[in-house]
């Protein structure tokens, strides 16, 4: 049985943030989640909330106090931007008796990331997680109202993974010993095309859903009239267009972590089925 232990959470509302704040209150840990608006965190009973910024680094001092476990984002403020306050949190964390830290990867190289990797005085895990399976919430309105799928490339391929086992995954680098210096990439427990996604949706929410494949072009206006930017439709043609072979493999390290397998999108799409239902 793993001691009870104290546990910051940074990122805390986010969509992976809240599943690690889930899954240590699950395993019997003192939770504390960090965020800018404590007013509007919505978590759980039992959760202490706390103001701090991470682009501010003093304004973390208090959050500390007491913890042994830290979990990190890359990015902070209100657009997101690459944190470069790494050092400072990190030395704040030592002189607080931090012993573990997670960071989860912001999708390439961060100076904050840099920083966690380079310390020697914590046992630090990066979390990799592969595509999120909450991703598909995008297509809600368009099933809801249309009962249709708009994607382009729809036979990429993609070991997404359940947010809540990147959650369990931090829990236990977190809370055991033996996962410093590691660096997991995390995946569902298969490989599907855009079509195996639309069909276990539609296959929870009790009603068909057609799949409409789109070209770049029409893909690139559908994405600007979310109001996604430049860079992020960037990003996105190339990791759908041409998903790297990390995506779309599958690992074993939710089962290696935690001793249970994957969860699989099938349950992820049962789950969520209320947010795909059919119109009135």
Do not use: C
Not at 139 to 165: N, Q
Not at 194 to 205: Q, W, Y
Not at 239 to 246: K, N
Request: charged fraction near 20%; aromatic fraction near 4%; glycine fraction near 12%.
């Amino acid at each position: 049985m793993t001691q009870t232990q104290n546990i910051l959470v940074t990122g805390a509302t986010g969509t992976v943030g809240r599943q690690v704040v889930a899954e240590l209150l699950t395993r019997g840990h003192r939770v504390r989640a960090l965020t800018r608006n404590a007013a509007k965190a919505d978590l759980p009973a039992g959760v202490e909330v706390v103001e701090g910024d991470l682009t501010d680094p003093d304004t973390l001092t208090p959050a500390l106090e007491g913890v042994t476990g830290l979990h990190l984002i890359t990015f902070g403020g209100a657009y997101f931007a690459p944190l470069q306050t790494g050092p400072r949190i990190l030395e704040l964390a030592r002189a607080a008796g931090v012993r573990r830290v997670t960071v989860l990867h912001g999708g390439e190289g961060t100076p904050l990331e840099d920083a966690v990797r380079a310390d020697d005085g914590v046992d630090w895990t990066v979390l990799m997680p592969v595509e999120f399976m909450a991703n598909a919430l995008e297509w809600a309105d368009g099933i809801v109202t249309r009962d249709e799928v708009r994607e382009p490339f729809v036979s990429r391929l993609s070991a997404m993974v359940h947010e809540g086992d990147i959650g369990a995954v931090a829990a236990v680098a977190l809370t055991e010993e033996g996962h410093g210096g590691q660096e997991y990439v995390i995946t569902g427990p298969e490989v599907l095309t855009v079509a195996d996604k639309v069909a276990a949706v539609a296959g929870a929410r009790g009603r068909a859903v057609s799949l409409v494949e789109l070209t770049e072009e029409q893909a690139v206006e559908q994405w600007r009239a979310a109001g996604h930017t430049d860079e992020v439709i960037g990003f996105l043609l190339e990791a759908y267009g041409s998903t790297p072979e990390i995506g779309r493999t599958v690992t074993d390290t939710v089962e290696k972590v935690t001793g249970r397998p994957a969860r699989t999108f099938r349950q992820w799409a049962q789950e969520h089925a209320e947010a795909f239902g059919p119109h009135a």
